[in-house]
């Protein structure tokens, strides 16, 4: 929705009129107006009239729904808004919350550039492929994107020591479900208990005092998650005795 550049200055427009100036169809503006995101009209005998106010509230929800927010959301929003907080303000804490974890660049190939730096990509195009199956590598128009490069870089080493293709992209896999599980389990965890517990502290400002926080957890969750893999990797390796994986070599030499 583009905001409108001229709104009758008149006593205002009826919910038809709103409908035809912004595109938003009647259907949508009663349903706009049941969940408190857009304000009830003017009355005036038995007709609604509607002002650039309402315009101006049709525009603001149009730009929250394309950054991902729900309806639910918007409520918010809207409360937080009428209670003495700018939008620019909100939408400032909603970037901060919603920012990737990752500090990685997409990196951008042509096809051609792809199999000159991976010509194993040329030769071998089940490769390719699987690279594609795991997101390491992903369609872009007719080049590719490669998310992260360190991941990607990876999986090529693993292959040149002799890893067979197909157990990198198996292991690529599984390494993402069990990342996505621990993902889910700290979201469950935010949702849970984090969330409420700072929105009880300070309801008028949780918004704010919620993404403060949040720039001190990342880094505390990629430290603990760092720490207990290694740990892990630690006991493994006790458990399986170094040793023991020499001697298993020499045998098969």
Same mark, same amino acid.
């Given at each position: 929705?583009? =905001?409108?550049?001229?709104? &009758? ?8 009129? +709103? *409908?035809?100036?912004?595109?938003? *169809?009647?259907?949508?503006?009663? +349903? ?7 304000? &009830? %009209?003017?009355?005036?005998? =038995? ?16 730009? +929250? ?17 009428? *209670? ?17 974890? *990752? ?12 199999? #000159?730096?991976? &010509? ?10 699987? #690279? ?63 969330? %409420? ?5 300070? %309801? ?8 403060? !926080?949040?720039?001190? !957890? =990342? &880094?505390?969750?990629?430290? +603990? ?5 290694? /740990? ?9 005795? !170094? ?5 298993? /070599?020499?045998?098969?030499?």
């Amino acid at each position: 929705m583009e =905001r409108p550049s001229e709104v &009758p200055d008149s006593k205002g427009m009826t919910i038809d009129e +709103l *409908s035809s100036l912004t595109g938003a *169809s009647v259907r949508t503006l009663r +349903l706009y107006q049941t969940k408190s995101i857009l304000p &009830p %009209p003017e009355i005036v005998g =038995r007709v609604g009239y509607y002002t650039e106010t309402h315009v101006n509230r049709l525009y603001t929800i149009n730009r +929250l729904q394309k950054r991902g927010f729900s309806l639910a959301g918007i409520a918010e929003v809207v409360r937080m808004w009428e *209670s003495g907080q700018g939008i620019d303000e909100l939408l400032g804490y909603e970037r901060v919350l919603a920012s990737p974890w *990752s500090d990685e660049e997409p990196t951008e190939f042509t096809a051609e550039e792809l199999v #000159a730096r991976y &010509p194993d990509f040329g030769k071998f195009p089940e490769r390719l492929e699987g #690279a594609l199956a795991t997101g390491a590598i992903e369609r872009n128009g007719d080049g590719y994107r490669v998310p992260s490069m360190n991941l990607l870089e990876f999986g090529v080493v693993l292959v040149g020591k002799g890893v067979p293709s197909e157990v990198v992209i198996q292991e690529l896999l599984d390494l993402q479900a069990d990342l996505g599980r621990i993902a889910v389990r700290f979201i469950n965890l935010f949702r849970s208990h984090i969330l %409420p517990q700072v929105a009880a502290e300070d %309801p008028m400002n949780w918004l704010s005092n919620l993404a403060a !926080f949040s720039k001190t !957890f =990342r &880094p505390a969750v990629r430290t +603990l998650v760092v720490s207990a893999f290694t /740990q892990a990797m630690d006991k493994e390796i006790r458990k399986a005795r !170094f040793g023991r994986i020499l001697e298993g /070599q020499k045998r098969e030499d």
